[in-house]
T-cell receptor, first 114, second 115 residues
Framework: DTAVSQTPKYLVTQMGNDKSIKCEQN?????MYWYKQDSKKFLKIMFS???????INETVPNRFSPKSPDKAHLNLHINSLELGDSAVYFC?????????????FGPGTRLTVT | AQSVTQLDSHVSVSEGTPVLLRCNYS??????LFWYVQHPNKGLQLLLK??????LVKGINGFEAEFKKSETSFHLTKPSAHMSDAAEYFC?????????????FGTGTQLKVEL
């Protein structure tokens, strides 16, 4: 069974569109994250949720809105897509916020904005 | 803020020879450090972690890393490289400020293994 899964794996869309990426974890973790990996493979955290509560919100355009319906799911909705949003987006989960547990990553969603 | 610096963007070794990937960290207190590996078009996999226990940390696939506070280093090593080790490696520091567990990634080292 996949521990952290993301859908879709690939997403190609045009500028100005709105799209969502879904993430699910079956590890029983209570903290989930979104990371963005740019074309130079640099990874940067965007958001983190603990038990459906937003606890990390980095400097990200407000066109990006995470939503956590329950602690096993964390979705990322992006409005008015721009060329610069093209990247690989990774979801991750860990056991508990505030304690350093390793994070488990999903396979990534490659978003291409044309 | 904590940070990590990976000193080499590319490392090339021959199969069967040792691997050394270098990482220095900057932290105002005792950090938690990780090495992650990313194979082409794949997600990230944890290789090993240091969380203030033993300074020599053993990970998966024969990798290990040594935490050296005096040198602020956390270099990754493997005695004998295998073709399957070719991948991107990230040194990572954990920041627990604000109640969250935020990972800060280095810029990555691409490891190439040649026959």
């Amino acid at each position: 069974d996949t521990a952290v899964s993301q859908t879709p794996k690939y997403l190609v869309t045009q500028m100005g569109n709105d799209k969502s990426i879904k993430c699910e974890q079956n590890l029983g973790h209570d903290t989930m994250y979104w990371y963005k990996q740019d074309s130079k493979k640099f990874l940067k955290i965007m958001f983190s949720y603990n038990n459906k509560e937003l606890i990390i919100n980095e400097t990200v355009p407000n066109r990006f809105s995470p939503k956590s319906p329950d602690k096993a799911h964390l979705n990322l909705h992006i409005n008015s897509l721009e060329l610069g949003d093209s990247a690989v987006y990774f979801c991750a989960s860990s056991q508990m916020a505030g304690i350093t547990y390793e994070q488990y990553f999903g396979p990534g969603t490659r978003l291409t904005v044309t | 803020a904590q940070s990590v610096t990976q000193l080499d963007s590319h490392v090339s070794v021959s199969e069967g020879t040792p691997v050394l990937l270098r990482c220095n960290y900057s932290s105002s207190y005792s950090p938690s450090l990780f090495w992650y590996v990313q194979h082409p078009n794949k997600g990230l996999q944890l290789l090993l972690k240091y969380t203030s226990a033993a300074t020599l940390v053993k990970g998966i696939n024969g990798f290990e890393a040594e935490f050296k506070k005096s040198e602020t280093s956390f270099h990754l090593t493997k005695p004998s490289a295998h073709m399957s080790d070719a991948a991107e490696y990230f040194c990572v520091v954990s920041d627990q400020a604000g109640g969250g567990n935020k990972l800060t990634f280095g810029t990555g080292t691409q490891l190439k293994v040649e026959l």
